[in-house]
């Protein structure tokens, strides 16, 4: 039997960390969440996670220097943003670095688990 993929979550509220890690347990994959974008790094070794879904804005390093960081070290890792506001600008450059997609707060479940998906599949062609 083959493991489910495991998701990452990087978001410094607690709570948001929670409610996605509910959600995509019970849409059949594991997880595990970060309040730290570092903590998250130094776990991340060896095909730790399957796909990545991080907050745009947070203290200290924000999601698209984490996504810098992560294109140097692991660039097949899909990433998935997701930010409560619409910095068009900071959209544009995730998509352009590599983002899966970037996706409004609050996340819709249907369209995260879509999305989840195709980073998934991406690399099964």
């Known amino acids: 039997m083959t493991p489910s993929p495991t998701i990452a979550v990087v978001d410094d509220?607690?709570?948001i960390c929670e409610a996605?890690?509910?959600?995509?347990e019970v849409l059949g994959f594991q997880c595990e969440t970060f309040e730290q974008p570092d903590d998250f790094l130094t776990a991340n070794?060896?095909?730790a996670f399957d796909c990545l879904i991080t907050d745009?804005?947070?203290k200290g390093m924000n999601g698209l220097e984490l996504q810098k960081r992560l294109v140097s070290t692991n660039p097949q890792l899909p990433i998935i943003f997701m930010s409560a506001q619409s910095a068009s600008e900071a959209r544009?450059?995730?998509l352009?670095?590599?983002a899966i997609a970037f996706l409004g707060k609050p996340?819709?479940?249907e369209v995260l688990y879509r999305h989840i998906v195709s980073a998934l599949n991406r690399g099964s062609v």
């Open 13 to 15: 509220d607690i709570g």
């Open 20 to 24: 996605l890690a509910e959600l995509l």
């Open 45 to 47: 070794v060896n095909g």
């Open 56 to 58: 745009l804005n947070m």
């Open 92 to 94: 544009s450059q995730a």
């Open 96 to 98: 352009r670095s590599g």
């Open 107 to 109: 996340i819709n479940d």
